[in-house]
Protein backbone atom coordinates (compact mmCIF):
# COMPACT_ATOMS: atom_id res chain seq x y z
CA UNK A 1 0.00 0.00 0.00
CA UNK A 2 2.75 2.08 0.91
CA UNK A 3 4.68 1.98 -2.38
CA UNK A 4 1.45 2.62 -4.04
CA UNK A 5 0.83 5.62 -2.51
CA UNK A 6 3.93 6.78 -2.40
CA UNK A 7 5.10 6.32 -5.95
CA UNK A 8 2.24 8.81 -7.25
CA UNK A 9 3.52 11.06 -4.68
CA UNK A 10 6.71 10.72 -5.76
CA UNK A 11 6.15 11.12 -9.32
CA UNK A 12 3.95 14.11 -8.67
CA UNK A 13 7.35 15.81 -6.53
CA UNK A 14 8.95 14.60 -9.26
CA UNK A 15 6.95 16.29 -11.96
CA UNK A 16 6.60 19.86 -9.54
CA UNK A 17 10.69 19.79 -9.35
CA UNK A 18 10.69 19.20 -13.17
CA UNK A 19 8.40 22.03 -13.72
CA UNK A 20 10.05 24.33 -11.02
CA UNK A 21 13.23 23.44 -13.26
CA UNK A 22 11.78 24.27 -16.48
CA UNK A 23 9.34 27.55 -15.30
CA UNK A 24 12.09 29.56 -14.89
CA UNK A 25 14.07 28.42 -17.68
CA UNK A 26 10.74 29.22 -20.13
CA UNK A 27 10.80 32.70 -18.63
CA UNK A 28 14.15 33.70 -19.57
CA UNK A 29 13.46 33.11 -23.15
CA UNK A 30 11.58 36.26 -23.29
CA UNK A 31 13.05 37.85 -20.75
CA UNK A 32 16.38 39.38 -23.07
CA UNK A 33 13.39 40.74 -24.74
CA UNK A 34 12.11 42.50 -22.35
CA UNK A 35 15.34 44.20 -21.63
CA UNK A 36 16.23 45.37 -24.50
CA UNK A 37 13.11 46.92 -24.63
CA UNK A 38 13.82 48.65 -21.62
CA UNK A 39 13.46 52.60 -21.33
CA UNK A 40 14.59 54.49 -24.13
CA UNK A 41 14.47 51.28 -26.73
CA UNK A 42 13.12 52.90 -29.58
CA UNK A 43 11.35 51.46 -31.93
CA UNK A 44 14.34 49.37 -33.47
CA UNK A 45 14.92 47.12 -30.66
CA UNK A 46 11.05 46.56 -30.77
CA UNK A 47 11.80 45.86 -34.34
CA UNK A 48 14.39 43.06 -33.45
CA UNK A 49 11.83 41.27 -30.87
CA UNK A 50 9.36 41.18 -33.71
CA UNK A 51 11.74 39.74 -35.94
CA UNK A 52 12.06 37.20 -33.96
CA UNK A 53 9.10 36.07 -33.35
CA UNK A 54 7.44 35.24 -36.85
CA UNK A 55 10.05 36.61 -39.06
CA UNK A 56 9.37 34.96 -42.27
CA UNK A 57 11.99 34.49 -45.04
CA UNK A 58 10.76 38.78 -45.95
CA UNK A 59 12.91 39.68 -43.15
CA UNK A 60 15.70 37.89 -43.92
CA UNK A 61 15.34 38.85 -47.62
CA UNK A 62 15.41 42.47 -46.16
CA UNK A 63 18.37 42.05 -43.90
CA UNK A 64 20.48 40.88 -47.03
CA UNK A 65 19.48 43.61 -49.16
CA UNK A 66 19.59 46.31 -46.59
CA UNK A 67 23.28 44.78 -45.73
CA UNK A 68 24.02 44.53 -49.55
CA UNK A 69 23.46 48.30 -49.61
CA UNK A 70 25.48 48.72 -46.36
CA UNK A 71 28.35 47.44 -47.80
CA UNK A 72 27.95 49.54 -50.63
CA UNK A 73 28.96 52.35 -48.53
CA UNK A 74 25.57 54.55 -48.95
CA UNK A 75 25.54 56.36 -45.97
CA UNK A 76 22.25 57.21 -46.51
CA UNK A 77 20.37 54.33 -45.35
CA UNK A 78 17.15 55.02 -43.18
CA UNK A 79 17.06 52.44 -40.60
CA UNK A 80 17.36 52.07 -37.24
CA UNK A 81 15.28 54.87 -35.58
CA UNK A 82 12.50 55.08 -33.46
CA UNK A 83 10.85 55.65 -36.14
CA UNK A 84 11.56 52.27 -37.40
CA UNK A 85 9.77 49.59 -38.67
CA UNK A 86 9.87 46.16 -37.12
CA UNK A 87 10.99 44.51 -39.96
CA UNK A 88 14.65 44.87 -40.25
CA UNK A 89 16.09 46.91 -36.95
CA UNK A 90 18.39 44.40 -36.31
CA UNK A 91 20.22 45.49 -39.77
CA UNK A 92 19.38 49.01 -39.04
CA UNK A 93 22.05 48.91 -36.06
CA UNK A 94 24.62 47.18 -39.18
CA UNK A 95 25.98 50.24 -40.48
CA UNK A 96 27.41 51.72 -37.40
CA UNK A 97 29.45 48.65 -36.75
CA UNK A 98 32.47 48.70 -38.09
CA UNK A 99 32.07 44.55 -38.71
CA UNK A 100 29.55 44.16 -41.08
CA UNK A 101 29.72 39.99 -41.15
CA UNK A 102 27.85 38.74 -38.61
CA UNK A 103 23.64 39.13 -39.57
CA UNK A 104 23.65 42.49 -37.31
CA UNK A 105 22.48 40.11 -34.37
CA UNK A 106 20.11 42.15 -31.73
CA UNK A 107 22.51 42.70 -28.73
CA UNK A 108 24.66 45.66 -31.04
CA UNK A 109 21.42 47.52 -31.71
CA UNK A 110 20.42 47.32 -28.27
CA UNK A 111 23.82 48.75 -26.82
CA UNK A 112 23.38 51.29 -29.66
CA UNK A 113 19.88 52.59 -28.90
CA UNK A 114 20.62 52.60 -24.85
CA UNK A 115 24.05 54.54 -25.59
CA UNK A 116 22.74 57.74 -26.33
CA UNK A 117 19.69 59.09 -24.42
CA UNK A 118 17.63 61.63 -25.67
CA UNK A 119 14.92 63.67 -25.03
CA UNK A 120 12.27 66.53 -26.31
CA UNK A 121 13.22 68.86 -23.51
CA UNK A 122 15.73 71.41 -23.73
CA UNK A 123 18.93 70.60 -22.43
CA UNK A 124 22.04 68.44 -22.86
CA UNK A 125 19.85 65.68 -24.72
CA UNK A 126 17.70 67.84 -25.86
CA UNK A 127 16.65 68.53 -29.73
CA UNK A 128 19.44 70.56 -30.45
CA UNK A 129 21.82 68.32 -29.11
CA UNK A 130 20.83 65.23 -30.92
CA UNK A 131 23.13 65.39 -33.46
CA UNK A 132 26.32 65.85 -30.78
CA UNK A 133 25.20 62.84 -28.62
CA UNK A 134 26.70 60.24 -31.62
CA UNK A 135 28.42 60.48 -34.75
CA UNK A 136 25.46 58.62 -35.87
CA UNK A 137 22.95 60.84 -35.18
CA UNK A 138 24.80 63.54 -37.55
CA UNK A 139 21.87 63.85 -39.82
CA UNK A 140 20.15 65.50 -36.77
CA UNK A 141 22.57 68.18 -37.15
CA UNK A 142 23.33 68.78 -40.42
CA UNK A 143 20.72 66.61 -42.72
CA UNK A 144 19.22 69.22 -45.27
CA UNK A 145 16.46 67.52 -45.76
CA UNK A 146 15.01 67.28 -42.30
CA UNK A 147 11.58 66.34 -40.71
CA UNK A 148 8.92 68.15 -39.59
CA UNK A 149 8.62 71.04 -41.53
CA UNK A 150 5.67 73.55 -41.98
CA UNK A 151 3.74 73.29 -45.25
CA UNK A 152 2.57 76.72 -46.41
CA UNK A 153 -0.42 75.35 -48.61
CA UNK A 154 0.23 78.57 -50.47
CA UNK A 155 3.69 77.27 -51.87
CA UNK A 156 2.52 73.43 -52.18
CA UNK A 157 2.51 72.51 -55.67
CA UNK A 158 -0.95 71.07 -56.70
CA UNK A 159 -0.61 67.98 -58.55
CA UNK A 160 -2.39 65.06 -60.23
CA UNK A 161 -1.07 62.91 -58.00
CA UNK A 162 -2.02 59.30 -57.51
CA UNK A 163 -4.28 58.23 -54.83
CA UNK A 164 -2.80 56.26 -51.63
CA UNK A 165 -3.43 52.70 -51.85
CA UNK A 166 -4.15 51.54 -48.05
CA UNK A 167 -4.45 48.09 -48.22
CA UNK A 168 -4.74 47.02 -44.49
CA UNK A 169 -6.21 44.14 -42.81
CA UNK A 170 -6.70 43.59 -39.05
CA UNK A 171 -3.91 42.32 -36.49
CA UNK A 172 -3.19 41.22 -33.06
CA UNK A 173 -3.00 44.50 -30.87
CA UNK A 174 0.91 44.42 -29.66
CA UNK A 175 1.62 47.39 -27.89
CA UNK A 176 4.74 49.15 -26.13
CA UNK A 177 5.72 52.48 -24.37
CA UNK A 178 8.84 52.51 -25.52
CA UNK A 179 9.79 55.76 -23.56
CA UNK A 180 9.11 58.02 -26.07
CA UNK A 181 5.97 56.97 -27.23
CA UNK A 182 3.31 54.50 -27.30
CA UNK A 183 3.80 52.78 -30.52
CA UNK A 184 1.98 49.99 -32.20
CA UNK A 185 3.60 47.09 -33.55
CA UNK A 186 2.03 46.04 -36.68
CA UNK A 187 1.18 42.02 -38.10
CA UNK A 188 2.45 41.22 -41.40
CA UNK A 189 -0.08 42.03 -44.87
CA UNK A 190 -0.62 45.05 -44.33
CA UNK A 191 0.77 47.65 -47.06
CA UNK A 192 0.50 50.72 -48.53
CA UNK A 193 1.04 51.41 -52.80
CA UNK A 194 1.93 54.86 -53.93
CA UNK A 195 3.60 55.37 -57.25
CA UNK A 196 3.59 51.69 -57.79
CA UNK A 197 6.08 50.76 -54.83
CA UNK A 198 4.63 48.76 -52.18
CA UNK A 199 5.81 49.63 -48.49
CA UNK A 200 4.49 47.01 -45.56
CA UNK A 201 3.29 49.01 -42.28
CA UNK A 202 5.22 48.05 -39.78
CA UNK A 203 4.00 49.88 -36.66
CA UNK A 204 2.33 53.06 -35.80
CA UNK A 205 3.22 55.80 -32.78
CA UNK A 206 2.00 59.07 -31.44
CA UNK A 207 2.92 62.21 -31.02
CA UNK A 208 1.59 65.43 -29.00
CA UNK A 209 1.03 68.08 -30.56
CA UNK A 210 1.52 66.86 -34.48
CA UNK A 211 5.08 67.38 -35.33
CA UNK A 212 3.78 69.18 -39.17
CA UNK A 213 2.72 72.17 -38.72
CA UNK A 214 -0.28 73.12 -41.60
CA UNK A 215 0.08 76.71 -42.79
CA UNK A 216 2.03 77.24 -39.01
CA UNK A 217 -0.44 75.14 -36.78
CA UNK A 218 0.20 72.07 -35.47
CA UNK A 219 -3.02 69.51 -34.63
CA UNK A 220 -3.46 68.52 -31.52
CA UNK A 221 -1.91 65.05 -31.76
CA UNK A 222 -0.42 63.07 -34.84
CA UNK A 223 -0.34 59.49 -35.51
CA UNK A 224 2.48 57.88 -37.50
CA UNK A 225 2.12 55.55 -39.86
CA UNK A 226 5.92 53.88 -40.43
CA UNK A 227 6.28 51.70 -43.38
CA UNK A 228 9.37 49.74 -45.30
CA UNK A 229 9.40 49.03 -48.82
CA UNK A 230 11.81 45.78 -48.99
CA UNK A 231 14.88 48.17 -50.22
CA UNK A 232 14.85 49.24 -46.75
CA UNK A 233 13.45 52.93 -47.53
CA UNK A 234 10.74 54.43 -45.41
CA UNK A 235 7.54 55.87 -46.07
CA UNK A 236 5.12 57.53 -43.23
CA UNK A 237 1.97 58.43 -43.43
CA UNK A 238 0.76 61.30 -40.91
CA UNK A 239 -2.58 61.51 -39.68
CA UNK A 240 -3.73 64.50 -38.02
CA UNK A 241 -5.28 64.07 -35.17
CA UNK A 242 -7.35 67.52 -33.70
CA UNK A 243 -10.22 68.15 -30.54
CA UNK A 244 -11.38 71.38 -32.15
CA UNK A 245 -13.20 72.11 -35.80
CA UNK A 246 -11.59 73.92 -37.84
CA UNK A 247 -11.70 77.97 -38.08
CA UNK A 248 -13.37 79.12 -41.36
CA UNK A 249 -10.24 80.02 -43.34
CA UNK A 250 -8.82 76.43 -42.77
CA UNK A 251 -11.94 75.30 -43.89
CA UNK A 252 -10.67 73.96 -47.28
CA UNK A 253 -8.66 71.92 -46.09
CA UNK A 254 -10.30 70.60 -43.10
CA UNK A 255 -13.20 68.34 -44.13
CA UNK A 256 -14.34 65.38 -41.82
CA UNK A 257 -15.49 66.71 -38.78
CA UNK A 258 -18.22 63.68 -38.71
CA UNK A 259 -16.23 61.63 -35.83
CA UNK A 260 -16.28 62.88 -32.45
CA UNK A 261 -14.43 60.26 -30.60
CA UNK A 262 -12.49 57.56 -32.44
CA UNK A 263 -12.88 53.99 -30.76
CA UNK A 264 -9.45 52.71 -32.19
CA UNK A 265 -7.88 54.76 -29.95
CA UNK A 266 -10.19 54.15 -27.32
CA UNK A 267 -8.59 50.44 -27.84
CA UNK A 268 -5.38 51.24 -27.37
CA UNK A 269 -5.42 53.80 -24.41
CA UNK A 270 -6.80 50.81 -22.42
CA UNK A 271 -4.39 48.66 -23.31
CA UNK A 272 -1.55 50.79 -22.69
CA UNK A 273 1.17 48.63 -21.07
CA UNK A 274 1.48 49.52 -17.01
CA UNK A 275 5.33 48.86 -17.82
CA UNK A 276 7.55 50.90 -19.73
CA UNK A 277 9.32 49.13 -22.37
CA UNK A 278 7.38 46.03 -22.61
CA UNK A 279 5.31 44.36 -25.29
CA UNK A 280 1.64 43.29 -24.21
CA UNK A 281 -0.31 41.67 -26.55
CA UNK A 282 -3.62 41.60 -24.67
CA UNK A 283 -5.32 39.52 -27.02
CA UNK A 284 -7.13 41.94 -28.89
CA UNK A 285 -8.23 42.50 -32.97
CA UNK A 286 -7.17 46.17 -34.41
CA UNK A 287 -8.08 47.68 -37.71
CA UNK A 288 -5.66 50.42 -38.71
CA UNK A 289 -8.03 51.39 -41.51
CA UNK A 290 -10.22 52.43 -38.46
CA UNK A 291 -8.10 55.51 -37.62
CA UNK A 292 -7.81 56.96 -41.20
CA UNK A 293 -9.99 60.08 -42.32
CA UNK A 294 -12.68 59.89 -45.00
CA UNK A 295 -11.05 62.01 -47.59
CA UNK A 296 -7.62 61.02 -48.15
CA UNK A 297 -5.98 63.75 -50.21
CA UNK A 298 -2.34 64.15 -49.03
CA UNK A 299 0.64 66.54 -49.03
CA UNK A 300 3.91 64.82 -49.92
CA UNK A 301 7.41 66.01 -49.55
CA UNK A 302 11.22 64.19 -48.96
CA UNK A 303 12.07 64.25 -45.06
CA UNK A 304 13.52 62.68 -42.79
CA UNK A 305 13.17 60.44 -39.28
CA UNK A 306 11.96 63.08 -36.46
CA UNK A 307 14.06 61.24 -33.93
CA UNK A 308 17.43 60.32 -33.67
CA UNK A 309 19.58 59.28 -35.59
CA UNK A 310 17.10 61.43 -38.00
CA UNK A 311 17.77 59.60 -41.23
CA UNK A 312 17.03 61.24 -44.52
CA UNK A 313 15.22 59.76 -47.70
CA UNK A 314 11.98 59.70 -46.19
CA UNK A 315 8.75 59.82 -48.18
CA UNK A 316 6.51 62.04 -45.97
CA UNK A 317 2.74 61.32 -46.99
CA UNK A 318 0.96 63.93 -44.55
CA UNK A 319 -2.85 63.26 -44.91
CA UNK A 320 -4.66 66.70 -45.20
CA UNK A 321 -8.12 65.76 -43.32
CA UNK A 322 -7.57 65.58 -39.51
CA UNK A 323 -9.18 62.85 -37.56
CA UNK A 324 -11.65 63.94 -34.38
CA UNK A 325 -10.18 62.94 -31.16
CA UNK A 326 -11.71 64.17 -27.88
CA UNK A 327 -10.57 65.99 -25.40
CA UNK A 328 -10.45 63.03 -22.88
CA UNK A 329 -8.49 61.04 -25.35
CA UNK A 330 -5.64 63.62 -26.36
CA UNK A 331 -5.87 64.30 -21.72
CA UNK A 332 -4.60 60.82 -21.59
CA UNK A 333 -2.19 60.82 -24.08
CA UNK A 334 -1.14 64.14 -22.01
CA UNK A 335 -0.88 62.29 -18.73
CA UNK A 336 2.08 59.63 -20.52
CA UNK A 337 3.46 62.23 -22.73
CA UNK A 338 2.55 65.51 -22.14
CA UNK A 339 5.27 66.98 -25.63
CA UNK A 340 6.71 64.58 -27.53
CA UNK A 341 7.21 66.33 -31.15
CA UNK A 342 10.46 67.47 -32.18
CA UNK A 343 11.25 71.10 -33.59
CA UNK A 344 9.89 72.10 -36.92
CA UNK A 345 13.06 71.96 -39.27
CA UNK A 346 13.63 74.36 -42.53
CA UNK A 347 11.97 73.64 -45.74
CA UNK A 348 15.12 74.64 -47.82
CA UNK A 349 14.70 74.69 -51.14
CA UNK A 350 12.37 70.82 -51.03
CA UNK A 351 9.44 70.67 -52.92
CA UNK A 352 6.13 70.19 -51.30
CA UNK A 353 3.20 68.39 -53.43
CA UNK A 354 -0.62 68.54 -52.67
CA UNK A 355 -2.94 66.38 -54.84
CA UNK A 356 -5.57 68.56 -56.26
ZN1 LIG B 1 6.80 59.85 -35.51
Known amino acids: MKNRILSPLASAMLAILFLLHIQPAMASDPAPTSNALDKGADKVVDKAKVTVSPAPSSDDDMSKALTAKISKGSGDIVIRTSDLPAGGSASVAVPAKPKLGNKGSAKPAEKEVHAHHWSYFDGPEGPENWGNLSKDNLACLKGKSQSPININIDRAVK ?49 KPSEEAINGERTDMVAHLVHQHHDGSLAV ?15 YWWGDDSIKENAFINTLWNN ?20 LPADKSYFTYMGSLTTPPCSESVLWLVLKTPIYVSD ?10 QMNARPLQPKGDRLVKETK
Do not use: C, W
Not at 159 to 182: K, M
Not at 276 to 281: A, I, P, R, Y
Not at 328 to 337: G, L, P
Open 272 to 291: VPLVKGKTDTPGVMIDVNQI
Open 159 to 207: AQLNPIEFIYRPSPLSIIDNGHTIMVNYGEGSNLMVDGRQYRLVQFHFH
Open 237 to 251: VAVLMSTTKPASSRK
Open 328 to 337: DQVKNFDRMY
